[in-house]
């Protein structure tokens, strides 16, 4: 079992900066994919960025890409969103997920992709 916490969330400007994080409990961190996601009022869930268990492999969202930054530190168990150049559109409940299955490109995106969901932390940008 895993437990995710996300922590960062908050109230900025468009054009402004957050940094969201995701603590992971347990031992096998390190062996897990890592995801987040997001929810708009009133939308689906849908995929922002993930990363492999080892940090070499990222991937992105098309509407995040060049603006959002996905990293991990498995000393810390720890996987953090850098988010930068805010858009009122980025506003959302913002979730962390998590898996340990072998993951090959394209088994990151989706929903069913991971079997270990955080609660999620809330993010509003205001124009």
């Known amino acids: 079992q895993v437990q995710l916490v996300e922590s960062g969330g908050g109230l900025v400007q468009a054009g402004g900066s957050l940094r969201l994080s995701c603590a992971a409990s347990?031992?096998?961190?390190?062996?897990?994919?890592m995801g987040w996601f997001r929810q708009a009022p009133g939308k689906e869930r849908e995929f922002v960025a993930a990363?492999?268990?080892?940090?070499?492999?990222?991937y992105y969202a098309d509407a995040v890409k060049g603006r959002f930054t996905i990293s991990r530190d498995n000393a810390k168990n720890t996987v953090y969103l850098q988010m930068n150049s805010l858009k009122p559109e980025d506003t959302a409940v913002y979730y962390c997920?998590?898996?340990?299955?072998?993951?090959?490109?394209?088994?990151?995106?989706?929903?069913?992709?991971?079997?270990?969901w955080g609660q999620g932390t809330q993010v509003t940008v205001s124009s």
């Open positions: 997920a998590a898996d340990p299955r072998p993951k090959y490109y394209n088994d990151y995106e989706g929903l069913n992709d991971y079997d270990y």
């Open positions: 347990g031992r096998t961190f390190s062996s897990y994919a």
């Open positions: 990363i492999s268990w080892s940090g070499g492999s990222t």
